[in-house]
């Protein structure tokens, strides 16, 4: 009797230690479908001496774990799917990897910790280190721009009526004469600046666009403080949907304009032969020959002018 009422005590404890087991396992799985910010690359920096951010979105419920440099930091990704989780500061240093780790794992490699500057502005910012010959001895500063631990990011433009979450950009890049011609002049001096004297790593993120207003890079509740704005704010909060069915139709306004000169226009055509290429700027079409220079500098008439 004694030996029956033994095991039903294992029995009574062992099943509800079961559903614990069972119910921890179900809580904490591993989140689906983990993803990160752009801002998230191989050879990015990560900003020194200060809190370091990780986010991104991923299946509501699940745990996501991250890992670098020797600190591990777990959280479950909230109802509305985004996910952050926060480091201890780190000095400067590296190469690391990042490991963010769910049902599937991520690693960011070459990742470093120092200097990341935000680099903005209009077409000052946006000048690239190759830009026209505008820059001092802009051949020979390429040449020599051979500084793996400055990193490169451009985030590429967009418009939107409403403030995005997200960025579209191809990700860091270490700094060498492949990477650094098209990128900001500006920026590029800067940054090369703070690292020789500083002699950490450096960041830098260009995000300009030249000929940008100063209201456009301001949110709509600031613009709203200001009475001249109010107006003008309210219609384009009302009038989001228009906004974007205004841009499909300019869009295909633009692709039509395009074909009609492609058939039409026999200056651009000259220049298509003259030159081998079907496409470009139509000023690099114009440098490169002589004939199109003749070509354009013929009168004609175009598909809905006069």
């Not at 451009?154 to 004469?177: F, H, L, Q, R, Y």
């Not at 790593?201 to 613009?223: N, Q, R, Y």
Request: overall charge negative; some cysteine; hydrophobic content about 40%.
């Amino acid at each position: 009797m004694k030996k029956n009422r033994f095991i039903k005590s294992i029995i009574v404890l062992f099943i509800p230690s079961l559903i614990i087991i069972s119910a921890c396992t179900f809580i904490n799985k591993p989140a689906s479908n983990i993803r990160l910010s752009k801002l998230f690359s191989d050879h990015m920096v990560l900003q020194r001496d200060h809190k370091v951010p990780v986010w991104g979105s991923a299946d509501p419920g699940g745990i996501v774990i991250v890992e670098i440099a020797g600190q591990q930091r777990t959280t479950e990704v909230s109802k509305d799917g985004n996910w952050q989780i926060d480091f201890q500061p780190m000095s400067a240093g590296g190469p690391y990897r990042l490991s963010v780790f769910g049902q599937d794992t991520v690693f960011f490699e070459n990742v470093m910790v120092g200097e990341v500057w935000i680099c903005s502005g209009q077409s000052n910012m946006e000048m690239p280190l190759a830009g026209g010959g505008k820059v001092l001895n802009y051949q020979e500063e390429i040449s020599h721009a051979n500084y793996p631990n400055i990193r490169l990011i451009t985030i590429n433009k967009a418009v939107s009526t409403i403030p995005g979450d997200s960025i579209v950009s191809s990700g860091w890049e270490e700094c060498n004469p492949g990477t650094i011609p098209e990128f900001s002049a500006v920026a590029y001096f800067f940054g090369r600046h703070l690292h020789k004297n500083l002699n950490v790593p450096i960041g830098l993120i260009h995000t300009s666009w030249g000929g940008t207003v100063a209201e456009a890079w301001t949110s709509a509740e600031a613009l709203k403080t200001l009475p001249d704005f109010v107006d003008e704010v309210q219609s384009i909060e009302m009038d989001t949907a228009g906004f974007d069915e205004a841009m499909k139709i300019y869009e295909a306004a633009m692709k039509q304009r395009q074909k009609e000169i492609v058939e039409n226009d026999a200056g651009y055509s000259l220049c298509r032969i003259s030159t081998g290429k079907s496409n470009g700027s139509m000023r690099s079409l114009l440098q490169s020959t002589n004939a199109c220079s003749i070509a354009f500098s013929t009168s004609r008439t175009f598909p809905g002018q006069g």
